[in-house]
């Protein structure tokens, strides 16, 4: 044989080499975030890492005024959570008079916002903070009380920037039929134009799939409709979401809606499971309870450091459930640095252990961990082959496991 019938094989051998140190080598990163669809990804340089703040919508319905948003800017600094990350104080439906202007524009309500919506935001970023305003991709928002922005975009836009605004979440009532990808646009193209950088947060309720076209529209999409302050509202917006985890990432991110922790219809353990399941699931973390009159743990859950650091990692992998014997749950994402997040959780009526099986979380079995606890906040060292919890009902343990 000449020297070139004798160089595929050599080639084959030296590639399947190559290829089996390569296939040993990866880590758990690739198994738990493998198949993520390519994104086009709007570029205004937002959403690097999920949207963290408060809205008024969960606790004050319809409820807006002044004094609540300048009370609520100053509890976000002195409470300690604007320091941890929460940064947007945002408005909901009602802040604007039914009608607009003679020159077509938005009016804000005189009788709840005396001092004008540049005199908010003015006072907003004085805090050091950022405000969020609400509109609507229709012709009236939900409430009927103001204008959607249907045809209105640019204009709209141009003054949310005029004002100051840093976030648009931007609703899908009375929208004549027409399709949300076409009035979603116009939004994203017009706010881009004011050439302020506003965070935009498609409030489309996941009826059109909006994973799958959003990402090059917006900072984040809802995924799910509106939440309610019980725990089987809450978990079945969490399964909702983890359907479309694949999509999210740094720019865009799914969103099962706004936090309901602390406002008073679910107990602390399951309100930790809510703030556990969306800081794993790299949601928007949207304070949603009267954080002025935060009771103690309301405060410890929502300021928990390490549970919105896995929020927070810069990998930006939507960790999503990975196991599910009947009403027992594991969840698990990767995190930075070779990093697992796992959260154990028992959904059902009684006790019960609930277990996490290295294959289940991408682990080989080989492979000795610490887990670090985080609402513990201890550290078990060298676990092998599994991690179990028993559990309570409704109930749950979260971890980051860090491989020896």
Not at 119 to 128: C, P, T
């Amino acid at each position: 044989m000449d020297n070139s019938s004798l160089s595929l094989p050599l080639f084959l051998l030296v590639l399947s080499a190559v290829s089996a140190g390569v296939a040993s080598g990866i880590n758990q990163n690739r198994k738990l975030g493998e198949s993520r669809p390519r994104r086009d990804l709007l570029d205004n340089g937002l959403g690097r890492t999920p949207q963290m703040g408060w809205n008024n919508f969960n606790h004050f319905p319809g409820k807006l005024n002044e004094e609540l948003i300048h009370q609520t800017a100053n509890a976000m600094v002195s409470t300690g959570l604007a320091a941890l990350g929460y940064e947007y104080i945002n408005l909901d439906d009602c802040w604007a008079e039914l009608n607009r202007d003679s020159q077509g524009n938005l009016v804000p309500n005189a009788t709840i916002f005396p001092s004008g919506m540049k005199a908010l935001a003015d006072y907003v970023h004085s805090k050091g903070l950022k405000i969020g305003i609400y509109g609507d991709a229709g012709t009236l928002t939900c409430a009927k009380t103001m204008p959607g922005s249907l045809g209105y975009e640019e204009q709209d836009a141009n003054t949310f920037a005029s004002w100051g605004i840093d976030y648009l979440k931007y609703d899908n009532c009375h929208n004549n039929g027409i399709s949300p990808q076409e009035r979603y646009t116009k939004m994203s193209k017009a706010l881009l134009a004011t050439g302020r950088p506003i965070f935009f947060s498609l409030c489309e309720w996941g009826y059109a799939d909006p994973a799958t076209w959003a990402p090059s529209i917006g900072n984040s999409w809802r995924t799910t409709g509106d939440i309610k302050d019980n725990w089987r509202s809450m978990i079945a917006k969490a399964d909702q979401n983890d359907a479309w985890a694949s999509y999210a990432g740094p720019g865009g991110w799914n969103d099962p809606d706004m936090l309901e922790v602390g406002n008073g219809n679910m107990t602390t353990e399951e309100y930790r499971c809510h703030f556990s399941l969306w800081s794993l699931a790299k949601a928007p973390l949207i304070l949603g309870c009267d954080i002025r009159s935060m009771d103690n743990d309301t405060f410890e859950l929502v300021s928990n450091k390490e549970v919105i650091a896995v929020n927070q990692d810069d990998l930006g992998i939507q960790g999503k459930k990975v196991n599910k014997t009947g009403d027992l749950e594991v969840w698990s994402g990767p995190l930075s640095g070779d990093r697992v997040a796992v959260l154990l959780m028992n959904r059902g009526p009684s006790t019960a252990t609930v277990t996490a099986e290295w294959s289940d979380i991408g682990l080989n079995s080989s492979v000795i961990v610490d887990a670090r606890d985080l609402w513990e906040h201890s550290t078990t060292t060298s676990i092998q082959l599994q991690l179990d919890a028993t559990l309570d009902s409704h109930t749950c343990k979260m971890y980051v496991l860090m491989p020896h």
